[in-house]
């Protein structure tokens, strides 16, 4: 069979990391609330040099390191991100022009925090078909762009950076490497709970995040566990099957809840929210590749990536690396 196979990792995070007690200068907060809450000890902010595709330029760059190959191999390009540089083009096509393989298929893809696994099965769903033979998949953002920072409840809560992978087409056995199976959702009745209140066609500005953190995090922990149940069923694994959980890191709480419900051990759940907090679609890949480089996660292990994001949006994508 044709599967999509991940062939290198790579990521990207802005300037020297600001710590708790160096946001309470600005922010009416500490770091003993925002531990206590998420689990988050500092995050990256993007500078004035930082954008999103410089971001995601330079983890394109180092997936593709990690994978021997030439930007100009690459013939379509994913980018997941809830801040382009701007409202159009896209931001993969100015990734991709910086990467020398013009030509290609380019688009970007916007589910908030689930965008990553919405451009991963996207990308996957493209290879397996032949409109393309490797493909980069890469969530970039810059969401501290879209803070309110006045608001200490979300602005303490959100990081920026990016993460990549390269795929390729391969044939490859029942049990070889690939991406398996992967399983999306939406729920568009529950906007009210996290989203930002602008954008082009209602109030011509960018807007500011707004969220119901109890909300979300109660939907959270059921739709996660949920779709990562639905996204073994009919692939011959179990739970106790998975060598490791690479979750959306949008709250330690959330993670370790989820884990719960599914009888999994903490130790198999990847966890970067403390060093990076939430990244929203840069989450998955930049979590991935910190576990690949160093040495957790190695070829041959059983991967389920999942996330959930405003919108809802929510899915999951069970990978043989």
């Not at 990207?12 to 770091?31: C, F, H, I, Q, Y």
């Not at 996290?194 to 011509?204: F, I, K």
């Not at 130790?267 to 480089?293: E, G, Q, W, Y």
């Amino acid at each position: 069979m044709i599967r999509s196979v991940v062939c290198g990792s790579g990521s990207a995070l802005p300037g020297a990391a600001v710590t708790n007690a160096e946001l309470a200068k600005r922010v009416d907060t500490s770091d003993e609330w925002i531990v206590e809450r998420t689990g988050i000890r500092q995050r990256h902010i993007a500078g004035d040099d930082d954008t999103t595709s410089t971001l995601a330029i330079e983890a394109a760059r180092k997936a593709l390191g990690a994978a021997g190959m030439e930007g100009s191999s690459i013939d379509l390009i994913v980018l997941a991100t809830a801040t382009p540089d701007q409202t159009f083009p896209a931001t993969a096509t100015l990734v991709q022009d910086a990467l020398g393989c013009n030509g290609g298929i380019a688009f970007d893809v916007a589910a908030v925090c689930s965008g990553f696994l919405y451009a991963l099965a996207t990308a996957d769903s493209m290879l397996r078909t032949g409109m393309a033979k490797r493909a980069l998949v890469i969530g970039a953002e810059t969401f501290s762009r879209i803070l309110d920072w006045e608001d200490r409840a979300t602005c303490v809560l959100f990081g920026d950076g990016a993460g990549a992978i390269v795929l390729e087409a391969r044939e490859s056995g029942a049990d070889g490497p690939g991406i398996i199976a992967s399983k999306l959702h939406a729920d568009g009745a529950h906007n009210a709970l996290l989203y930002v209140d602008g954008g082009p066609s209602t109030t011509g500005t960018v807007g500011k995040l707004r969220m119901k953190g109890r909300e979300v995090f109660r939907h959270a922990v059921v739709n996660l566990s949920t779709v990562l149940e639905e996204t073994l069923e009919g692939t011959g694994f179990a739970a106790g099957d998975i060598d490791w959980v690479v979750p959306h890191q949008a709250n330690a709480r959330i993670l370790s809840a989820t884990a719960r419900k599914l009888g999994l051990p903490a130790d198999k759940v990847i966890m970067t929210v403390d060093r990076h907090a939430n990244t929203s679609a840069a989450s998955v890949p930049l979590a991935f590749d910190v576990a690949v480089r160093d040495g957790r996660i190695k070829p041959g292990d059983l991967v389920m990536f999942e996330a959930m994001g405003g919108g809802f949006t929510w899915g999951a994508s069970l990978v043989r690396i």
